[in-house]
């Protein structure tokens, strides 16, 4: 269950990503609420997940989630750069968290 919980919190995290730059464009005070529960539900799952898990594993996995899905979201929704080279950096950030979980 710890491992679902930080997935999904890394999965928020992306959507608190997506709120920042939508903020950033329309200044709203929707996507203002929608950044604060994107992120805030990311810190509830998190923490959840470190109950059981290790707090350096859990974290770099939930950062590596955030980060990559950040990026591959730039990629897909605001036509950023699809350069072979930055996703075989993004495929690295995956295959840490994804060795992470392996060992432990």
Known sequence: MAW????????????????????HKDRSWQSLV???LGFGASFLFLAYAMKTLPM????AIWTGIG?????????????ESKDW???VFIAMVLGAAIGLKLIS
């Open 4 to 23: 679902a919980s930080l997935v999904v919190a890394g999965l928020f995290e992306m959507f608190g990503v997506l709120m920042i730059n939508k903020l």
């Open 34 to 36: 929608l950044l604060f």
């Open 67 to 79: 980060a990559s899905g950040g990026a591959i979201l730039g990629m897909v929704l605001y036509g």
């Open 85 to 87: 080279k930055r996703l």
């Open 56 to 59: 350096g594993t859990a974290y």
